[in-house]
C-alpha cells in the first residue's frame, strides 16, 4: 500500500477510474491523498444526477453538498422524489398489543409506531411552514451547473427499519389519497417556488411522479395559481425552457371546483418562456374536451419543441395546435397519437396540411395511426446474391424533414386503403 499511495497523481487518477462507485467510496478513506485524488471520479460517477426526499435530513445533506468545491459544481440534475409518509400507512401499535412470550413484539410495534408518527409531524411541519422551499432554495443557488429538476417517484431510495417497504413505491399507484394528492400539489408548489427564488435560470423541468411504473399525476394534483406562493412566482416569471408534463389514466382525479383545463393551461403558463413542452397522457383517459381545449388556447410565443403523447384526438385539433405555433415551431413529436371517431381524421391530409403551409420543419412520428399503426415497404439489406430484399414492418419510429425522409417522398407513397392501418410504401426512398 505505501509504493501505491507513492505513485504520481496521474497514475493513481486512471485506477481510481477503474473502480466502481462502491469501491470509490471506500477508497477515499484510505489516505487524505487518495482521498483527494478520488474526489473528481466520486462527482462524476455519483453526484452528477442527485436525489432528495422531501425531509429535512435529506434536504440538509443535499445544501452541504451544494457548499462543497467538488461535489456541489457536479450536480447537473437534481431528482426531487415523491416518495412520503402517510398517515395510513404507518405502523399500527394496537395490531400487536399480544400477551406472553409476544410482549416484547408489541413493545416495539409501539415504539415503531411512535417514531413514525414524529417523522409524520416534523414532514408536516416542513411542507408547512416553508422550511422545505427555504433549503431547496439554498441547494438551487449554490449548484453553479443545475441544468434539470425532475419531480419523481420512481427512484426509490433505500428505508431505514423505521419505513416498512408498504409505505413505498406501491402506495403511490395504488392509493392515490387525498393525503397525498395533497402532498404532490405542496411539493410541486415548493419545488416552482424554490426555482423561481434560487434557479431561476433553471432550463429544464421534468414532472412524472412515475410514470414509467404505471403511476402519473392528473390535473387536479397540480397546484393553483392561487396559491400565494405561485401568486409570487407569476410577478417573477422562471426563464424555464423545457417543461415535461406526464398524466396517467389510474391517478386520474375528477376535481367539481376547478376545471381540469384551466388547471393544465394555468400550470404551463407559469412558464411563458418555455422553448420545449412535451405533454403525455398514459393510459385511457376519456378526457376529449382538454386536447380541444389546448388546441385552442394554448400559444408559447417562444416555443420551438412541441410534444404530444399517447393521446386520442382528431386532425382538426392537431392543426390548430400547429397553426397557433407555426412561427415558431422547428420540430413537433408524436407519439402513439390516434384519430379517434369517424370525425376523426386522415394522417395522408395532416401530413399534405403540414407541408402545405409550412406549418413545421420536421415532424417526428412514433407508433401513431388512426386505430392501429404504420405499415411500412422498403428494402432490406441485400441477399447473398446481391439480390434486393422487400421487406415489411409495423413503424415504430420515422421522421419526416430534417434528417428524415422528404415530405414529397412521404406524400407521394402514403397510402389509407385500410383505414387501421396507414402505409408508406418506401421503395427505393431513402432518408434525406
Same mark, same amino acid.
Given at each position: ?44 460517477? *455519483? ?141 410541486? *408548489? ?122 386520442? *384526438? ?119
Amino acid at each position: 500500500m505505501p509504493a501505491f499511495l507513492h505513485l504520481p497523481d496521474e497514475i493513481l487518477l486512471l485506477i481510481v477510474r477503474a473502480v466502481d462507485p462502491e469501491d470509490l467510496r471506500a477508497l477515499r478513506l484510505v489516505s487524505r491523498r487518495l482521498g483527494g485524488v478520488a474526489q473528481i471520479p466520486l462527482a462524476k460517477t *455519483c453526484f452528477e444526477r442527485r436525489r432528495v426526499l422531501l425531509q429535512q435530513d435529506s434536504l440538509e445533506t443535499l445544501v452541504e453538498i451544494s457548499r462543497h468545491p467538488v461535489f456541489g459544481p457536479a450536480v447537473r440534475i437534481l431528482v426531487v422524489l415523491m416518495d412520503h409518509l402517510r398517515p395510513d400507512l404507518g405502523p399500527d401499535a394496537s395490531r400487536s398489543r399480544l400477551s406472553g412470550d409476544a410482549a416484547h413484539e408489541s413493545k416495539s410495534v409501539e415504539e415503531e409506531a411512535r417514531q413514525y408518527s414524529l417523522l409524520l409531524i416534523d414532514q408536516e411541519a416542513l411542507m408547512e411552514t416553508g422550511l422545505g422551499t427555504t433549503y431547496l432554495a439554498q441547494a438551487m443557488a449554490g449548484l453553479p451547473n443545475l441544468e434539470s429538476v425532475v419531480i419523481d417517484a420512481t427512484e426509490w431510495p433505500r428505508w431505514g427499519p423505521i419505513v416498512e417497504p408498504r409505505a413505498g413505491p406501491q402506495y403511490l399507484r395504488l392509493f392515490m389519497s387525498p393525503y397525498t394528492i395533497e402532498f404532490v400539489q405542496k411539493a410541486l *408548489c415548493a419545488v416552482v417556488l424554490a426555482v423561481a427564488t434560487g434557479k431561476p435560470s433553471l432550463a429544464e423541468l421534468d414532472i412524472a411522479i412515475g410514470s414509467e411504473h404505471g403511476g402519473g399525476i392528473s390535473p387536479g394534483m397540480l397546484p393553483s395559481s392561487t396559491r400565494p406562493a405561485l401568486q409570487y412566482v407569476r410577478k417573477r416569471p422562471i426563464s424555464l425552457s423545457s417543461l415535461w408534463l406526464r398524466f396517467a389514466a389510474e391517478n386520474w382525479t375528477f376535481d367539481p371546483v376547478n376545471d381540469e383545463l384551466e388547471m393544465v393551461l394555468d400550470f404551463i403558463m407559469l412558464f411563458p418562456k418555455l422553448q420545449s413542452l412535451y405533454i403525455r397522457f398514459e393510459g385511457e383517459i376519456d378526457r376529449p374536451e382538454l386536447m380541444n381545449g389546448l388546441s385552442q388556447r394554448l400559444r408559447l410565443p417562444n416555443l420551438r419543441f412541441l410534444g404530444l403523447g399517447e393521446l386520442q *384526438c382528431t386532425e382538426r385539433e392537431l392543426i390548430s395546435l400547429l397553426r397557433g405555433h407555426k412561427d415558431t415551431l422547428e420540430e413537433v413529436r408524436l407519439q402513439g397519437i390516434c384519430f379517434g371517431g369517424d370525425q376523426g381524421g386522415s394522417w395522408r391530409s395532416l401530413l399534405r396540411t403540414v407541408r402545405d403551409e409550412q406549418l413545421v420543419p420536421a415532424l417526428t412520428i412514433e407508433e401513431c395511426s388512426t386505430v392501429g399503426g404504420w405499415v411500412l415497404y422498403g428494402f432490406d439489406k441485400a441477399s447473398d446474391d446481391g439480390t434486393p430484399t422487400t421487406t415489411t414492418w409495423y413503424a415504430e419510429r420515422f421522421r419526416i424533414g430534417g434528417t428524415g425522409f422528404a415530405w414529397a417522398d412521404v406524400l407521394d407513397h402514403v397510402t389509407e386503403d385500410n383505414k387501421h392501418y396507414p402505409k408508406l410504401d418506401l421503395g427505393q426512398v431513402y432518408p434525406i
